[in-house]
């Protein structure tokens, strides 16, 4: 059965770096395509990364690209963010969720995860 666990989330200040963490288990390494999703307080969740199943494509929403990096590293089943340039707006819980649908060269910011982490927070505050 398909787990993920996320972890990483900090008090970090405006303009540093972070970096989260989505451990994989009980799938195949290229069974699962994985995306990175968060929610701030009174706001609805948003997808802001994704990986696919093969490594590529990646994607990112237009609020994270060029400060976000997503990276996925089969040997250890770990898929990470990179997060820099931190803006008080990245405030929100962060949750990494997995899916074993779609073709080997897809990934999706929107619905389609069957299976989620907990969350990690994160703050980005002075």
């Known amino acids: 059965q398909l787990h993920v666990v996320d972890s990483g989330g900090d008090l970090v200040q405006p303009g540093g770096s972070l970096t989260l963490s989505c451990a994989v288990s009980?799938?195949?390494?290229?069974?699962?395509?994985i995306g990175w999703f968060r929610q701030a307080p009174g706001k609805e969740r948003e997808g802001i990364s994704c990986?696919?199943?093969?490594?590529?494509?990646?994607k990112y929403s237009d609020d994270v690209k060029g400060r976000f990096t997503i990276i996925r590293h089969d040997a250890k089943r770990t898929v990470y963010l990179q997060m820099d340039n931190l803006k008080p707006e990245d405030t929100a819980v962060y949750y990494c969720?997995?899916?074993?649908?779609?073709?080997?060269?897809?990934?999706?910011?929107?619905?389609?995860?069957?299976?989620w982490g907990q969350g990690t927070q994160v703050t980005v505050s002075s």
């Open positions: 990986v696919s199943k093969v490594g590529e494509p990646k």
């Open positions: 969720a997995a899916t074993t649908t779609g073709a080997l060269t897809e990934c999706t910011l929107g619905i389609g995860y069957e299976t």
């Open positions: 009980g799938f195949t390494i290229h069974g699962y395509a």
